[in-house]
């Protein structure tokens, strides 16, 4: 059974870097894609980016110059990290595996950060 | 970026009946669209990927249609455990984007 787990800070002060790490079991990181999802409280899902076991990473233009999503395939882990942020990063953190072409099969729980001084 | 659009915002139903959701893509996405359910307070859960197909566990009574634009998630006889948001997602294009959500509620 494949899970996935959030862990970081749930309250980051404005300006300063989100950082967040999803740590895998039942799985091994290097067998397929993964990525981060972000929802703001009510409001729709949006992709931020993946990464394979090998670094090799893609992430969506409209955050692009501020993320960074790494991998330690010896923790079984990978991270995110958001700079700068504002109010508006304020949302619940998914981690996900990516399956097929590019949908999610399993997810993490989730974990809210808000983003206040 | 694709825009996804899924109709209606809300839906009510009662158990038992039949469910219909539509999401429309704003260029073609081929066959390359998940849909998700979301309960409150979790995470949500694949059910269709590749437009048709049911992910593993995901009962019968859920079926996805379409290509191109057009995609249908239809659920044959909802019951209770049925009632959350279900969410649309391509991945024909980068970056990969989801629509805004359908509630589907008791009525």
């Known amino acids: 059974q494949v899970q996935l787990q959030e862990s970081g800070p749930g309250l980051v002060k404005p300006s300063e870097t989100l950082s967040l790490t999803c740590t895998v079991s039942g799985d091994s990181i290097s067998s397929y894609y993964w990525s981060w999802i972000r929802q703001p409280p009510g409001k729709g899902l949006e992709w931020i980016g993946y990464i394979y076991y090998s670094g090799s990473s893609n992430y969506n233009p409209s955050l692009k110059s501020r993320v960074a999503i790494s991998v330690d395939t010896s923790k079984n882990q990978f991270s995110l990290k958001l700079s700068s942020v504002t109010a508006a990063d304020t949302a619940v953190y998914y981690c996900?595996?990516?399956?097929?072409?590019?949908?999610?099969?399993?997810w993490g729980q989730g974990t809210l950060v808000t983003v206040s001084s | 970026e694709i825009v996804m659009t899924q109709s209606p915002a809300t839906l009510s139903v009662s158990p038992g009946e039949r469910a219909t959701l539509s999401c429309r893509a704003s260029q073609s996405v081929a066959s390359n669209l998940a849909w998700y359910q979301q309960k409150p307070g979790q995470a949500p859960r694949l059910l269709i990927s590749?437009?048709?197909t049911r992910a593993t566990g995901i009962p019968a009574r859920f079926s996805g249609s379409g290509s191109g634009t057009e995609f249908t998630l239809t659920i044959s006889s909802l019951q209770s455990e049925d009632f959350a948001v279900y969410h649309c997602?391509?991945?024909?294009?980068?970056?990969?984007?989801f629509g805004q959500g359908t509630k589907v509620e008791i009525k």
């Open positions: 997602q391509q991945y024909n294009n980068w970056p990969w984007t």
């Open positions: 590749g437009a048709s």
């Open positions: 996900a595996r990516v399956w097929f072409g590019g949908d999610f099969d399993y």
